[in-house]
């Protein structure tokens, strides 16, 4: 038998809770859980938010068979999977890259996909938002070796769109593309090979979708092209108390691969918010964006 969601998860304690943005009005349940959730509404263009949990030692994916989820690095938290969730129920538009979809292929980027107890509280505050359906589902994956038999494509539950390039594109049209699918082609140039630049990536998706808030939820390439372009507003990171080590000629992953930033173009950020569930650190970080 399932327990109560009440009696299985405590409430997080605040411990710096941020005065920028609007305090969104949460159903009773997540404000008890949570406390309270401020968002900035922005002028002109999206907040661009992401959120990702890694270990002390700074792992965000084991990156082996079995063990590649985001579940490996927070224990499986609750309360970490319920802030997952409350952030998909705030979002318009959820982006992920074809590496993420690799690692948990039957997934839904949802927010009662990650915390099934929680859903009617997730769909009041997003009808509450004004949004009757789930965010967008947007999957970044420049070569279109995707599956598009996968849930997220083919179960009918959510809107994708496929973001890829003209060869991808080509590729992914040989199958079958269910009627919940949009794929949508973007010119790279050949210097960066199948690589999509992040702007062009938040351009294409707010023609299909007029977005006020978008959560990119990695993996950590997307996301480094995402912080190359000086896209990300603000960062929540929650912070597991393990520490995962590595081999020497490690395959594990931190929070931005592909992209390096210090010493040459450094990219700090300032602590906006700070939570705690137990040994669990709720962290958010703000940085500067540069708009196109
Ligand atoms: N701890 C956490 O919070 C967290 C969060 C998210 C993900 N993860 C983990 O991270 C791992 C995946 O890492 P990853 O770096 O491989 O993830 P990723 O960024 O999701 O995937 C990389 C792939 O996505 C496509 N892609 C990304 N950026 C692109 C761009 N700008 N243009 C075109 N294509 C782009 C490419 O696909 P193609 O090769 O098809 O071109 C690329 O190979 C998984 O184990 C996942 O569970 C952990």
Redesign the pocket.
């Known amino acids: 038998m399932s327990r109560p969601v009440s009696a299985a998860l405590a409430p997080l304690t605040t411990l710096l809770a941020t005065r920028r943005g609007k305090q969104l009005a949460l159903p009773p349940r997540l404000a008890r859980l949570y406390g309270s959730l401020r968002v900035p509404s922005l002028h002109g263009r999206p907040y661009v938010f992401s959120n990702?949990?890694?270990t002390l030692d700074g792992v965000?994916?084991l990156?082996e068979t079995g063990h590649?989820?985001?579940g490996d690095?927070s224990g499986f938290n609750a309360q970490d999977r319920m802030v997952m969730g409350l952030l998909r129920a705030v979002a318009d538009v959820v982006i992920?890259?074809?590496?993420?979809l690799g690692?948990?292929s039957r997934h839904l980027w949802t927010a009662a996909a990650i915390f099934p107890g929680l859903a009617n509280d997730y769909r009041q505050l997003s009808a509450a938002l004004g949004n009757s359906e789930a965010p967008l589902h947007v999957i970044?994956?420049?070569?279109?070796?995707l599956d598009l038999g996968l849930p997220v494509f083919a179960a009918g539950k959510v809107q994708t769109l496929i973001l890829t390039t003209r060869p991808g594109a080509k590729r992914l049209l040989q199958q079958h593309v269910p009627d919940s699918v949009e794929i949508r082609a973007i010119r790279t140039t050949g210097r960066s090979g199948?690589?999509?630049p992040?702007q062009a990536?938040l351009d294409e998706v707010c023609r299909v979708r007029p977005a006020r808030r978008i959560l990119v939820?990695?993996?950590?390439?997307?996301l480094g092209?995402f912080y190359a372009a000086r896209l990300i507003d603000e960062q929540f990171l929650t912070l597991a108390p393990q520490i995962a080590g590595r081999a020497a000629d490690d395959r594990r992953?931190s929070l931005v691969?592909g992209r390096s930033f210090v010493p040459d173009d450094p990219l700090w950020g300032s602590l906006t918010d700070l939570r705690r569930g137990g040994s669990h650190l709720y962290l958010r970080y703000s940085f500067p964006v540069e708009p196109a």
Do not use: K
């Open positions: 990702f949990v890694a965000v994916s990156n590649a989820s985001g690095i992920i890259g074809a590496g993420t690692a948990d970044v994956s420049g070569s279109g070796t199948h690589a999509i992040a990536i939820e990695g993996g950590p390439r997307l092209d992953l691969m």
